[in-house]
C-alpha cells in the first residue's frame, strides 16, 4: 500500500502548509482572511512571490522541511503533491 501525504486542512493552495490557526491564512485586499493560501504565499491580496515557479516552490518548502527535520518519505510526497495544489494545478506545463 503507497501512502500519500495531505496535510490535514485546510491548507494552503501554493505550498501545502497546514493552515491551523487565524495568523496562519493569508489575507484578502480588504483585510479578510483567505481561506485558500497561508500568510507566507499570500497577503494584501497578492501572492507574495508572484513570479515564483511550481519548481522554486518545491524546492523553498523542501528546504524547510529538512530545517524542521520532517521526515524524508514526508519530504518526497511534497514533492509530489504541491504540483497539484490550486495555484500550479491552473498553470499550463
Same mark, same amino acid.
Given at each position: 500500500m503507497v501512502s500519500t501525504y495531505q496535510p490535514?486542512?485546510?491548507?494552503?493552495?501554493s505550498c501545502s502548509m497546514? =493552515?491551523?490557526k487565524p495568523e496562519d491564512?493569508?489575507?484578502n485586499s480588504n483585510g479578510n482572511q483567505n481561506q485558500e493560501y497561508c500568510r507566507y504565499c499570500y497577503q494584501n491580496g497578492n501572492f507574495t512571490d508572484p513570479d515564483i515557479t511550481?519548481?522554486?516552490m518545491i524546492e523553498k518548502c523542501v528546504d524547510i522541511?529538512?530545517?524542521m527535520n520532517l521526515?524524508? =518519505?514526508?519530504i518526497e510526497q511534497v514533492k509530489k503533491y504541491i504540483p497539484m495544489l490550486k495555484r500550479w494545478s491552473t498553470k499550463s506545463v
Open positions: 490535514q486542512g485546510p491548507y494552503c493552495q497546514p =493552515m491551523q491564512f493569508g489575507t511550481v519548481e522554486q522541511m529538512k530545517k521526515p524524508d =518519505m514526508q
